[in-house]
């Protein structure tokens, strides 16, 4: 079955850096735009960034543009995203999400906590 | 960046009746907008893209509708797993943006 499952959050001192991975399986991964999607303790949901089929085409929002680098490798089936500089604010569960028209289907989400 | 906002955001209905969720974009986003359900602990899932399609799966007392600005979803014959959150989303414009979400809680 169609299935995204993410993997390496955890706790992190503010500054510090984290890598978030995302396993693909049961659809053609490079034929999907992928994004990463976010929910802090409690609130609503935040974009975070997306990239293209061919891994080339990239967004990013404010909040975490030129400290994030979001990233796939089609042939491992593998969305990834790199977090640099982590901040307190970027505590939130962070979800893998394909997007073909629409976010159609989600992962069940990765924690990340920035705490001293 | 298009601010997408929620009404209410706490809605109060009886179980077997309709709610209606209102959603609306600081500009328009033609007809690209999605709405979202979220239980507790749990992913959200997508239940209308193109501001009226139903997604897969997705029971028909889901329905949605609106253009440009303004959007509504519509929940009839409100059952026990529909009391959550739900979320609308533009994917218009770039940065893709949420809506702050509404609470459908039971009365």
């Known amino acids: 079955q169609v299935q995204l499952v993410e993997s390496g959050g955890g706790v992190v001192q503010p500054g510090r850096s984290l890598r978030l991975s995302c396993a693909a399986s049961?659809?053609?991964?490079?034929?999907?735009?992928m994004h990463w999607v976010r929910q802090a303790p409690d609130k609503g949901l935040e974009w975070v960034a997306v990239?293209?089929?061919?891994?080339?085409?990239?967004y990013y929002a404010d909040s975490v543009k030129g400290r994030f680098t979001i990233s796939r490798d089609n042939s491992k089936n593998t969305l990834s995203m790199q977090m640099n500089s982590l901040r307190v604010e970027d505590t939130a569960v962070y979800f893998c999400?394909?997007?073909?028209?629409?976010?159609?289907?989600w992962g069940q989400g990765t924690t990340v906590i920035v705490s001293s | 960046e298009i601010v997408m906002t929620q009404s209410p955001a706490t809605l109060s209905v009886s179980p077997g009746e309709r709610a209606i969720l209102s959603c609306r974009a600081s500009?328009?986003?033609?007809?690209?907008l999605a709405w979202f359900q979220q239980k507790p602990g749990q992913a959200p899932r997508l239940l209308i893209y193109?501001?009226?399609t139903r997604a897969t799966g997705i029971p028909a007392r889901f329905s949605g509708s609106g253009s440009g600005t303004e959007f509504t979803l519509t929940i009839s014959g409100l059952q026990s797993e529909d009391f959550v959150v739900y979320y609308c989303?533009?994917?218009?414009?770039?940065?893709?943006?949420f809506g702050g979400g509404t609470k459908v809680e039971i009365k």
């Open positions: 999400v394909r997007m073909p028209d629409a976010m159609d289907v």
């Open positions: 049961g659809f053609n991964f490079r034929d999907y735009a």
């Open positions: 990239v293209g089929v061919d891994g080339n085409t990239k």
């Open positions: 500009q328009s986003v033609s007809g690209r």
């Open positions: 193109d501001a009226s």
């Open positions: 989303q533009q994917y218009n414009n770039w940065p893709l943006t």
